[in-house]
């Protein structure tokens, strides 16, 4: 059971939008701490695709943004390709546990 | 071009011990806190251990599933982080990622790991 809640799967067609919600406690989220956000390709190591709650790095599309509100963050994913079916996961930190957390991972596929 | 690779996963019984090197390239190694995650078959990621920069006290942090059982260090002299797993468990099956860590500030002091290595598998099996 991750300390972070996310939807285990979301889909959609391509040129739609999407949106995967990353759910957190006073803890983690809700303390302050910032979310960041990774696309993991099948069999490929995990990329960092947004941090800091909503920059992404040099050369990730402006198709991905992400947000923050409270106890929660959302990464949204507009003109959906099909190179962005992967997972997902959201991370933040957790001062009860004194370290870093995980979302679940949600699935993403490009109907 | 910063380049992470993990190296000496493998088999190994359970109650054994194993070392993982983390050989990097393309940046300068001693200005950044080194992170291990890893994954099990099917599962989603987990944080395993940190270690910061000597600038910030090379202090290291490990989950609670690992305190005790393994030691994370670095040679700055020669690029490589290092995770020393020990008393294995058949539970520490899984791909094993170390990650370059980016100290920032807002509001308190957090990091974000912005490049990975390929990873490395660990099976830890009778």
């Known amino acids: 059971q991750s300390v972070l809640t996310q939807p285990p799967s979301v889909s959609g067609a391509p040129g739609q939008r999407v949106t995967i919600s990353c759910t957190g406690s006073?803890?983690?989220?809700?303390?302050?701490?910032?979310v960041h956000w990774y696309q993991q390709l099948p069999g490929a190591a995990p990329k960092l695709l947004i941090y800091?709650?909503?920059n992404r790095p040099s050369g990730v599309p402006d198709r991905f943004s992400g947000s923050k509100s409270g106890t929660s963050a959302s990464l949204a994913i507009t003109g959906l390709q099909a190179e962005d079916e992967a997972d997902y996961y959201c991370?933040?930190?957790?001062?009860?546990?004194?370290?870093?957390?995980f979302g679940g991972g949600t699935k993403l596929t490009v109907l | 071009e910063v380049q992470l690779v993990e190296s000496g996963g493998g088999l190994v019984q359970p109650g054994r011990s194993l070392r993982l090197s983390c050989t990097t390239s393309?940046?300068?190694?001693?200005?950044?806190?080194m992170t291990w995650f890893r994954q099990a078959p099917g599962k989603g990621l987990e944080w395993v251990s940190f270690?910061?920069?000597?600038?910030?006290?090379?202090?290291?942090e490990y989950a609670a599933s690992v305190k005790a059982r393994f030691t994370v260090s670095r040679d700055d002299s020669k690029n490589i982080a290092y995770l020393q797993m020990s008393s294995l468990k058949t539970e520490d099956t899984a791909v094993y990622y170390c990650?370059?860590?980016?100290?920032?500030?807002?509001?308190?002091?957090?990091?974000?790991?912005?490049?990975w290595g390929q990873g490395t598998l660990v099976t830890v099996s009778s």
């Open positions: 270690i910061s920069s000597k600038a910030y006290g090379g202090t290291t």
């Open positions: 393309g940046l300068t190694f001693g200005d950044y806190a």
């Open positions: 991370q933040s930190n957790d001062s009860r546990l004194s370290g870093w957390v």
């Open positions: 990650s370059r860590g980016y100290r920032y500030s807002h509001g308190s002091v957090m990091y974000y790991f912005d490049y």
């Open positions: 800091g709650n909503n």
């Open positions: 006073s803890s983690n989220i809700g303390a302050g701490y910032d």
